[in-house]
């Protein structure tokens, strides 16, 4: 193309009175073989020679000044071009590195969640079998707490989790949580030893009820329409499933209630007292306080109220095995433990009510499970109030993320 480029550009009469572009040749001469490097010719081949000769001859013939060209801007927006080809590339790796991090996450989170619920399974089946066998749920719960207090030092020691620097005024805001948490544990283990764990379970889908009228009386927080009528099933399948319950009484139905009431007050204080005082807390570093002084606050309650009764001696006077019992409580009390634990490492993770969605799923596989495994008698009536109850906890946590529409003025 070179050649043709120097025997026609002569020839041509009306470019011989034009003394500027006498050195076009040598202009040629100089920059075709970079501007031939950095253009693709493929098309250029193919095409006449005519062609490619008026694109140079185009782009040179316009320079008015040699270090300054004007027509070197379209090699650069070429260039610039291949920059951004080349820049869209990097993104294509890093989403391929998003999503193997986005699937890394998910894993944790489904085996958290798996995690929660299993534990949770294996504690109230546990723990109904050592209740049933030993009916002293004040020293039942301190034993679960005596256990978590155990762990939690071990974790403190071994640098596991961080130490907290606690202060005065946050220990003096703590305790309140720390009695109603007390309070809300201890309920439900005297619940479960009066009646079936799918009927305990069944009553603390109550909850959502006992949170709209707390934050409303103490909190000021009014609930919207959809709230008020997501708790209309929740009420309704409870009284029902009620009704029917094979294994009802009045003490572990009212036990069960004040559970509700215990920690429903727990997350209220939490709103309320909990103001400027832990904000360099965490909700894991919370729950392991809360363990320690509930384990202290309970303790002498039990041996004011039931006394040193679980000692083998005891328990061998009983007709109890020993080992059997020891050997399922501690387990029911290292489960308890660590699905807490783990509950909180998953609101870490997630949004409250994605959290309460999952909560609702879990006391569903609570129910089913601990009625497969104690086969538990169950009536049609008594399945269809609990299924109306838990659908209504599952309405609650949907609904209770709209927000009312601001009052224009």
């Given amino acids: 193309m070179q050649s043709s480029a120097f025997t026609i550009s002569p020839s041509l009469p009306d470019l011989r009175p034009r003394r ?27 095409g006449p ?57 998910t894993l944790v989170l489904g085996s958290l969640f798996g995690l ?6 294996y504690f109230n089946i546990y723990n109904k079998q050592v209740l049933k066998a030993f009916p002293n749920p004040v020293t039942v719960s301190v034993g679960q707490f005596a256990v978590g207090s155990v762990i939690v030092t071990f974790m403190w020691a071994l640098n596991l989790y961080k130490r907290p620097k606690i202060t005065g005024a946050q220990l003096a805001a703590i305790v309140p949580l720390a009695v109603v948490h007390t309070l809300g544990n201890l309920f439900t283990n005297m619940s479960l030893g009066k009646v079936a764990v799918s009927f305990t379970h069944t009553i603390k889908a109550m909850e959502p009820f006992f ?30 499933a009620s009704v029917t319950e094979a294994s009802f009484n009045w003490a572990g139905f009212w036990s069960a209630m004040a559970s509700n009431l215990s920690n429903q007050s727990r997350n209220v204080l939490s709103k309320k007292v909990m103001v400027r005082k832990e904000e360099s807390m965490d909700n894991i570093t919370l729950f392991s306080i809360i363990t320690i002084m509930s384990f202290i606050l309970l303790a002498p309650v039990a041996l004011f109220m039931e006394g040193i009764k679980f000692t083998p001696a005891y328990l061998q006077s009983a007709g109890l095995n020993v080992k059997q019992v020891y050997i399922r409580a501690f387990l029911a009390a290292l489960c308890f433990h660590a699905y807490q634990q783990v509950s909180y490492m998953i ?54 993320r709209i927000k009312p529409k601001p009052k224009t003025a």
Wanted: hydrophobic share 45%; aromatic share 10%.
């Fill in 116 to 121: 929660w619920y299993l534990f949770n399974i």
């Fill in 49 to 105: 020679a005519n062609v490619v000769l008026t694109r140079r001859s185009w782009s040179f013939s316009l320079s008015s000044s040699r270090l300054r060209p004007w027509n070197p801007l379209p090699p650069l927006l070429s260039e610039r071009k291949n920059f951004e080809i080349r820049a869209t590339a990097v993104p294509e790796s890093a989403n391929e590195g998003e999503k193997s991090g986005g699937l890394g996450r």
């Fill in 347 to 400: 609101l870490q993770r997630v949004s409250p009510v994605t959290h309460s969605v999952g909560n609702c799923v879990k006391r569903v596989v609570v129910i089913v499970s601990s009625v497969l495994f104690f086969q538990t008698p169950v009536s049609p009536i008594n399945s269809f109030g609990t299924g109306i109850a838990l659908a209504g906890v599952f309405l609650y946590s949907r609904v209770k």
């Fill in 20 to 46: 500027s572009l006498a050195t076009l040749p040598r202009v040629g001469f100089r920059f075709d073989p970079i501007r031939a490097s950095e253009r693709p010719v493929s098309r250029d081949l193919d």
């Fill in 211 to 240: 949170s709209v009228l707390l934050s409303a009386m103490f909190l000021g927080e009014m609930p919207t329409l959809w709230v008020v009528g997501s708790l209309v099933p929740i009420v309704s399948g409870v009284a029902l």
